[in-house]
């Protein structure tokens, strides 16, 4: 009788071939220049899709069904494991995460070809499906040969499962953070597929941007959401204290968002003034070749990680891959040569132009900062066959003098015109966000907070932010001038003259939100380890921990070792928190629950370290951690300017009179 | 040669040097666990035993030896201790095996006492109070099982619970072998 491994089966293999004849005829059409088989070409979406869809579908149903005969279900999921945690074992492995990969790969074709149904015969749209198609096909057929998700096993089918991985049946987030930072990943082959178009067609002006510039923002978005997911997921349940450990897992997500951001920057650039061509292609493909290393570096085995999934058969093909896009995309670029340069020059070093120029190269240094430190370990052990480890020390200096200069580029940027500026312009926009800035220096000093990297991260803040407001507050009054409206309405109609813009500067004020959480949590923190007999009280950072006593909790998912500690701060009662341990069947890993206070100023976070000892004494790891609820908050209004960014713009009235400060314009400026 | 051909063929013998690396490091192994001890001498222990007295590793020279490292509350090393007890049983009398128990983190021994009575085991059950063992054999969790054969070099490394016909099949083939 058919199951669902069958019907998994079929549906792989009718993907792979949909994308494969898909690309074959799309191709032959677009080689001939015949219309009708570009339009044959393009109807093996649906199918493909479908295929896609039908994949997860299967997975699912034999994850419930507790289909023991496939081996993915049968060391994924057990007998006991929660309905939600079944759901989200469809992607905790390998297999089910090229699945995943897969799936979403599918929505951004069909959306990005029903977004372009008018389109239909334009070379550039089709050359872009055509790769689109080869990228799905790329992972259809790893599905078909070295990460079949429907395998089944060789011997006897079991009774029970091994259960997902405990990390991953330990907090609901597992159901978020991959597949956002999958849509993420994954969206970038939308602007690469353009990017491709482009070259290949000769059509590489500013049209394939304006036509990916949702596509690029949407999955910026997504990127951005499932790292400080990740971040989260990091600090509320790995319980080491920390949210970002530098792990090449978590460099290979960082490294795609880097060079994203400087592409959402310097497309601007392009848009207004037909520069930084080959620059912008270049940032794209890099991205999506560095999409492709993280999951080389996730899936190959060549690291240790956290998050890296057990050794495959799959990074030769990977590997493979990357290098196919790398050698496509050089390969169209030196084809194009000289011919993708503009005659467009900067004509002042004091522009907005030379700006973004400028942040754009801090953000490729970073980029290169970051893949150095993460590959640097296997050169060394591929030259001298030593294993050496990069840690956190290389990444914070090199990180801490990039992130403020790109601090200060962003208060800077923003209050810059295009072209030139003179400097009385500048002063009089820098001017009174610049004593902002010292004011806030100045203020975190006398509250007795020290440390020049994050008393400067405050300023810079300050500085940046300050410009954003009176930028804002600029454009409202001319607004309320030109057409006499109330405050209010003034307020949401200027956001909605130019959401792009103002889109663009929430982002910011996010991404200043988000440095100075992190700079304050990094250097203004507490955090020790204690041994604690119960009923005794330790006070640490003005905050009093008192052990009460330990339980165990057993379901047949897991067995939890709990203990209850009460927090208190001067008079306040923060209450009883219980940090834990737990084991599940089929795990030799004890997996750690830290139990957090989040305050407005402070993280109280307990994280157990080692069960009560003979003498009843339990060990735990105290962090007081300054900020953290800001570093979600500023990753919230992070996506909030994103979302905003992608609201089409009311259509001027005819009688507008433009606000005296257009020039102000930033993220949104080639609108 | 153009500009941009100039700069794109820096870029990719840059991007060729990375792939090689990275080719290179495919199939190497990263392992920093108690399996990359497998084919290399058991590292050397004498460690207080339940009840008094010492467990030596050095003293069990020339048997097959098999070391669990387990907790009382880590639930795969409840499910695996019926297999490990009628594993005890079988070899006990055997001159050419040995095996024990290693309680590795600072847990209770009293608990640790306790449980063993009322679960009735019999085999050997020795501490670990530093740990130093447990990181000498690389041991991240519980339970691991290191099979080692007369010559005193790790043959095989279990992480979680075992399977006893495979262990006992391993134990005879190393018991066979020179």
């Known amino acids: ?671 | 040669m153009t500009r941009v051909r100039w700069v794109v063929t820096c870029v990719a013998v840059v991007v060729i040097g990375l792939v090689i690396v990275l080719a290179a490091s495919l199939g190497r192994s990263h392992d920093t666990s108690g399996g990359a001890l497998v084919k290399h001498p058991a590292p050397a222990f004498s460690l207080p035993a339940l009840g008094g007295g010492k467990v030596d590793l050095q003293a069990d020279a020339g048997k097959v030896v098999i070391i669990n490292y387990w907790n009382d509350w880590c639930i795969p090393c409840q499910q695996e201790l019926g297999d490990l007890q009628r594993l005890w049983s079988t070899y006990r009398t055997d001159p050419l095996v040995a095996y024990v128990g290693i309680v590795h983190d600072v847990h209770a021994q009293r608990d640790i006492t306790d449980y063993v009575q009322t679960e009735q085991i019999t085999f050997p059950v020795a501490f670990d109070p530093g740990e130093r063992t447990a990181l000498a054999y690389g041991v991240t969790g519980q339970p691991e099982t290191f099979v080692i054969d007369k010559h005193g070099v790790v043959r095989n490394w279990i992480s979680g619970p075992i399977d006893l016909a495979k262990l006992e099949s391993l134990i005879e083939a190393y018991k066979a072998s020179a």
Not at chain 1, 200 to 213: H, P, V
Not at chain 1, 297 to 310: E, K, Q, W, Y
Not at chain 1, 632 to 651: D, E
Request: charged fraction near 15%; hydrophobic fraction near 50%.
């Open chain 1, 1 to 671: 009788m058919a199951g669902p491994g069958a019907l998994g089966d079929f549906a792989v293999v009718g993907g792979a071939v949909s994308a494969a004849l898909g690309a074959g005829t799309l191709g032959l059409g677009l080689a001939r220049r015949n219309s009708r088989l570009v339009d044959a070409g393009r109807r093996f979406v649906a199918p493909m899709c479908t295929a896609a869809v039908l994949t997860f579908v299967a997975m699912e149903w034999a994850l419930f069904s507790h289909d023991y005969a496939i081996k993915y279900v049968a060391n994924n999921v057990a007998n006991a494991t929660p309905g939600l945690f079944t759901f989200t074992a469809a992607w905790g492995a390998l297999e089910g995460s090229i699945i995943l990969w897969v799936v979403i790969l599918c929505a951004y074709v069909a959306i990005t070809m029903l977004a372009f149904r008018r389109r239909r015969r334009d070379a550039l749209v089709s050359w872009a499906l055509l790769v689109q198609y080869l990228v799905c096909l790329f992972f259809f057929a790893l599905m078909v040969g070295p990460a079949r998700p429907f395998a089944t096993q060789s011997g006897l089918i079991p009774f029970d499962g091994n259960g997902p991985n405990p990390l991953l049946q330990n907090h609901p987030l597992v159901a978020f953070h991959p597949p956002m930072l999958y849509a993420g990943y994954v969206g970038m082959t939308i602007p690469f597929s353009f990017a491709i178009a482009a070259l290949i067609t000769g059509r590489f002006g500013e049209g394939w941007l304006a036509d990916t510039r949702r596509a690029s923002l949407i999955a910026w978005g997504f990127l951005t959401v499932g790292i400080v997911l990740g971040a989260w997921w990091s600090y509320e349940v790995l319980g080491w204290g920390g949210y970002w450990g530098w792990d090449p897992v978590e460099n290979a997500s960082f490294l795609p968002w880097l060079t994203a951001t400087a592409f959402l920057h310097s497309v601007m650039v392009q848009e207004r003034r037909a520069m930084l061509r080959v620059w912008n292609i270049s940032l794209i493909i890099a991205t999506f070749s560095l999409t492709i290393l993280g999951t080389f570096l996730t899936r190959s085995g060549v690291i240790n990680s956290v998050h890296a999934f057990s050794q495959s058969d799959i990074g030769p093909w990977l590997l493979s891959f990357l290098g196919v896009i790398v050698a496509s995309g050089l390969g169209l670029i030196a084809w194009r040569g000289d011919r993708l340069r503009t005659p467009g020059r900067i004509d002042s070093l004091v522009s907005r132009e030379s700006a973004f120029l400028a942040n754009n190269l801090l953000f490729a240094a970073f980029a290169l900062v970051v893949l150095t430190g993460t590959v640097f370990p296997l050169l060394v052990e591929a030259l001298n066959n030593q294993q050496i480890s990069i840690g956190a020390p290389y990444f914070d200096r090199m990180s801490l003098p990039i992130g403020l200069a790109l601090l200060f580029m962003m208060a800077v940027a923003p209050v810059l015109p295009w072209r030139a500026t003179a400097g009385e312009v500048l002063r009089e926009r820098l001017q009174v966000p610049a004593v902002c800035g010292v004011v806030a220096m100045a203020f975190v000093v006398v509250l007795g907070y020290r440390g020049l990297g994050p008393v400067i991260a405050v300023g810079l803040g300050a500085f940046c932010v300050a410009g954003i407001v009176r930028n804002f507050a600029i454009a409202v009054r001319a607004r309320r001038r030109a057409y006499h409206e109330r405050t209010v309405p003034a307020l949401a109609r200027t956001v909605r003259s130019n959401p792009r813009k103002w889109g663009g500067l929430v982002v910011h004020t996010g991404v200043v939100v988000v440095a100075i959480a992190i700079a304050g949590s990094q250097s203004w923190g507490t955090r020790r380890e204690v041994q604690l007999k119960k009923n005794q009280t330790v006070t640490i950072a003005g905050h009093q921990l008192t052990y009460l006593g330990s339980s165990i909790v057993r379901s047949p998912q897991k067995a939890t070792l709990k203990v209850r500690v009460h927090v208190r701060h001067g008079g306040d009662d923060f209450g009883v928190y219980a940090p834990a341990i737990s084991t599940f069947p089929g795990s030799n890993q004890g997996i750690g629950t830290p139990s957090v206070h989040v305050g407005l100023l402070n993280d109280v976070y307990l994280s157990l370290i080692e069960a009560p000892d003979d003498q009843g004494r339990v060990t735990l790891q105290v962090g007081i951690n300054p900020l953290m609820m800001w570093l979600w908050l500023g990753g919230g209004i992070m996506a909030f300017g994103t979302l905003l960014c992608l609201v089409p713009a009311k259509r001027k009235q005819p009688d507008a009179v433009a606000p005296p400060e257009r020039e102000l314009a930033t993220v949104g400026a080639g609108t």
